[in-house]
């Protein structure tokens, strides 16, 4: 079985192509904006077109423009290629990475939001998400999310230069090449984007939802 993983979802833009457990495709570029020029080339550049029997792609929060092309690339990929179509949470996959290089531990995840805000989220050492994705102001941040011993992500010095007890800073982006470590029970036919505040925009009817 193929699995292709798909995350576009902040200002980095990712790929992977795995057969089996083999990666044998992989394209990630730290690009800021610019992802609907980026994303699908990349896509067509992996072995065989990047055909696959599963796609795996981020859901956010992050760039809520970021967010909605990866997710549009998945869904129209998996129906053209009658494919099975999972979304996982972005601050799942920066625990993941952390995890994959510190062992089974807790992190705290801390990526860039937006109006100065922080995305920020608990994973227990299973990985699995301790509460709630929120975006907080730096100092909420610090102050809801207590004495993290690791806290990783693009964030991920700063926060750990105002919390107490010296927590360990891991600066990462999401990168798809890792997407396979993000833990089942996290993987979901829901694709609804995950915004963790409101969007700074909406299409014309389409309602808000704050998750």
């Known amino acids: 079985m193929r699995t292709l993983a798909i995350d576009s979802a902040t200002e980095a833009c990712s790929v992977a192509l795995f057969d089996g457990d083999d990666l044998i ?5 730290i690009i800021g904006r610019g992802h609907a020029e980026r994303l699908v080339p990349a896509i067509a550049a ?18 809520f423009t970021g967010v909605r092309i990866g997710l549009a690339a998945a869904r129209a990929l998996g129906l053209a290629w009658g494919a099975q179509v999972r979304g996982y949470p972005t601050l799942a ?63 991920a010095s700063e926060f750990a230069a105002q919390a107490a007890d010296g927590a360990e800073a891991i600066d990462l982006l999401p990168d798809a090449r890792h997407a396979r470590l993000v833990p089942s029970a ?14 700074d925009a909406a299409l014309p009817g389409e309602a808000v939802v704050r998750k």
């Open 25 to 29: 495709g992989h394209f990630h570029e």
């Open 46 to 63: 992996m072995p065989g077109r990047g055909r696959a029997d599963r796609i795996l792609v981020s859901l956010g929060p992050g760039s």
């Open 93 to 155: 996959l920066v625990a993941a990475m952390a995890r994959q290089m510190r062992g089974a531990v807790a992190v705290t995840v801390c990526m860039n939001g937006g109006h100065g805000e922080w995305f920020v989220g608990d994973f227990g050492a299973d990985g699995l998400a301790q509460g709630e994705t929120l975006s907080l102001s730096p100092a909420q941040a610090v102050q809801q999310h207590g004495r993290p011993g690791i806290v990783a992500g693009n964030r």
């Open 186 to 199: 996290l993987l979901t036919p829901d694709l609804a984007p995950l915004y963790g505040r409101a969007p």
